[in-house]
């Protein structure tokens, strides 16, 4: 007998209204393992709100959200926009204490080698809130990876970066993938997408109104990158 390939996650039909303003209007999206997507589209459409849904942080007005494992929430990293971190406690000391959250216990070393890999281990012992923004992005992404997850959603991980670090940073989203990770980012880099992303997910005014592979859909559409790819899709309204 066949054995059925269930997604890791699938998201039917998810709509969220803030006030009178529908922000996401009806998405469907299906997260396969070992993707790599990247969710793209203007300022203002919808794709962190619907990141948050699919986190489970804000809950959808219509729709739902399917999980490949009811312990979902141990096996998904999350780094969002903004940063949360522990006033009056440095790096390293922020990374343990969101570690034991996760009922881990980490050796120094083992958060050096965490902090090392997000290229921020000189910045160990400073404290977080005065790291700089480009760091605090980076240290924000090793909390993301504290407790290995499967499954792992980075809200504009390379925006602010230096040039160095965000090729840093698009070394590190190749080896996770290589490793057997999925990872969702959201970006404004297109060449960034291009390189990085299995599956581009185009969002506008709350709706997906495109999606594939980056090249076949340029191919798709008669263009040949995906910044003209954007332009021709995206109406170039502003939703703030
Ligand atoms: N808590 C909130 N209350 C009211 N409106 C909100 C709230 N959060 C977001 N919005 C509005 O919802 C819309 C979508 O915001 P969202 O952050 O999802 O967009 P985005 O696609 O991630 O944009 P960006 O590329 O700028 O990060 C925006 O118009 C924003 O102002």
């Not at 919808?46 to 312990?71: C, F, H, N, S």
């Not at 997910?201 to 003209?228: F, K, M, R, W, Y």
């Amino acid at each position: 007998m066949m054995m059925e390939i269930k997604p890791l996650m699938e998201a039917q039909s998810l709509s969220m209204q803030y006030g009178k303003r529908e922000i996401v209007k009806g998405i469907d999206i299906c997260i396969e393992r070992n993707e790599i997507i990247a969710m793209i589209g203007p300022n203002g459409a919808g794709k962190t709100t619907t990141l948050e849904m699919l986190i489970g942080l804000r809950k959808p007005d219509t729709g739902t959200v399917y999980y490949w494992d009811q312990a979902y929430k141990k096996k998904i990293g999350v780094q969002l926009q903004a940063v949360p971190f522990f006033p009056g406690l440095s790096a390293m000391e922020n990374l343990k204490l969101f570690a034991s959250f996760y009922k881990l216990t980490l050796t120094s070393a083992e958060a050096i080698s965490c902090l090392t890999r997000c290229g921020i281990a000189d910045a160990a012992h400073v404290e977080a809130a005065k790291l700089s923004g480009g760091q605090q992005k980076r240290l924000a992404i090793a909390v993301a990876l504290i407790h290995d997850p499967e499954l792992i959603f980075l809200d504009e991980p390379t925006a602010a970066l230096d040039p160095r670090s965000r090729q840093e940073i698009h070394t590190l989203i190749s080896t996770l993938s290589g490793s057997g990770k999925t990872i969702v980012f959201t970006s404004h880099d297109m060449d960034e997408v291009a390189q990085l992303a299995t599956r581009v997910i185009l969002i506008d005014a709350g709706q997906v109104i495109a999606q594939g592979h980056p090249a076949e859909l340029c191919a798709q559409h008669e263009v040949d990158s995906l910044t003209n790819l954007y332009v021709k899709l995206t109406k170039g309204e502003q939703y703030e």
